[in-house]
Structures are given as C-alpha cells and as structure tokens.
C-alpha cells in the first residue's frame, strides 16, 4: 500500500455524495489533498460535499499539502489535478493517486504513478465489507448527477461480483 495518498476534487465530492469520504479514512487512514483542492472543495459558496469534507479536515484524518504549487506548463490539466500529480512525482513510488479526470489519470500513468478513481474506490469499500452494495452505490451516484462511465462501473461490479 502507498504510504501517502493524495485526492483529487472529484472524488472527495463524489464519494461525500453518497456518505462515503470515510471509506477513506477506513481504506488508507491519513489521505492528502493539495492547497489548490482545497480551494476547489471548500470554495464557501455551499458546494456538494462541502461540509462532509470540512467535517473530515476537522477529524484530522483528511489532510492539506502543506505546500502550494505553481501550475505546471507543461501540464494541460487545472490547478488541483497538476498540484496532485506534482505531490506524487516529488516522492515517485510512495504515492497513490486517487483522481477522476481522464486526461490527468492518463499523465499520472504516463509518470508511472499509481492512479485510481472514484469507482475504484468503491469497488475496494465493496472488498473491505465497508459496504454491502456497489451497485447501490454507483445508482446513487448516478441519481445525483456524477458521472462514471457504465464501462467502467461494469467492470468494477464484475470484481466485487455484483
């Protein structure tokens, strides 16, 4: 298992969505997320899975980067996903990425840094007896509006043999 675990935006608020930030916390323990994430999820303006995340920060378990970083040129991504992908090449094979966003998984695994999305983490809740229902969980997801693809939930529901 990865010692240091960064998140992305997308995922924190997915998984708040559906009462699951913990699984988290249960899954890895200490989770990271940069100063750039933090300015996209706790934006004050009310947003979903705003006060769940506050919430997480205040137990201690969900952490902030104490570093901020400039945004990569050479990366086409927004601030939170380059910050995260920054965070895991300065300490390589340490890190696991959790992130959402096609192009930044796909620059993450280009890097070599391990990278798993909201779906993944769901999948390993469904694993760890966190949960009893991954479908449940992704039919919830979907009612609210947060996307995954129906590929890759399939392909999660046939691991956890749903």
Same mark, same amino acid.
């Given at each position: 298992?990865?010692?240091?675990?960064?998140?992305?935006?997308?995922? &924190?608020? #997915?998984?708040?969505?559906?009462?699951?930030?913990?699984?988290?916390?249960?899954? %890895?323990? !200490?989770?990271?997320?940069? *100063?750039?994430?933090?300015? !996209?999820? &706790?934006?004050?303006?009310?947003?979903?899975?705003?006060?769940?995340?506050?919430?997480?920060?205040?137990?201690?378990?969900?952490?902030?980067?104490?570093?901020?970083?400039?945004?990569?040129? $050479?990366?086409?991504?927004?601030?939170?996903?380059?910050?995260?992908?920054?965070?895991?090449?300065? @300490?390589?094979?340490?890190?696991?990425?959790? =992130?959402?966003?096609?192009?930044?998984?796909? %620059?993450? *695994?280009?890097?070599? /840094? *391990?990278?798993? #999305? +909201?779906?993944?983490?769901?999948? =390993?809740?469904? =694993?760890?007896? &966190? /949960? +009893?229902?991954?479908?449940?969980? %992704?039919?919830?997801? @979907?009612?609210?509006?947060?996307?995954?693809?129906? +590929?890759?939930?399939? $392909?999660? &529901?046939?691991?956890?043999?749903?």
């Amino acid at each position: 298992m990865a010692r240091i675990v960064v998140a992305d935006a997308s995922p &924190l608020i #997915g998984l708040s969505i559906v009462c699951g930030l913990r699984w988290l916390s249960d899954l %890895f323990g !200490e989770v990271w997320m940069p *100063q750039e994430v933090r300015r !996209e999820v &706790l934006s004050g303006k009310v947003s979903r899975g705003e006060s769940e995340i506050r919430s997480a920060i205040e137990e201690g378990w969900l952490k902030i980067w104490p570093e901020s970083f400039a945004p990569e040129e $050479t990366i086409d991504l927004d601030e939170g996903e380059s910050a995260c992908i920054q965070i895991a090449l300065s @300490h390589s094979d340490d890190v696991l990425l959790i =992130m959402d966003e096609r192009a930044g998984r796909a %620059f993450a *695994q280009e890097k070599e /840094i *391990q990278v798993v #999305g +909201t779906a993944a983490i769901i999948g =390993m809740a469904k =694993m760890s007896g &966190l /949960i +009893t229902s991954a479908y449940e969980v %992704f039919a919830a997801l @979907h009612a609210s509006d947060f996307r995954i693809s129906a +590929t890759v939930i399939q $392909t999660i &529901l046939m691991r956890v043999d749903e």
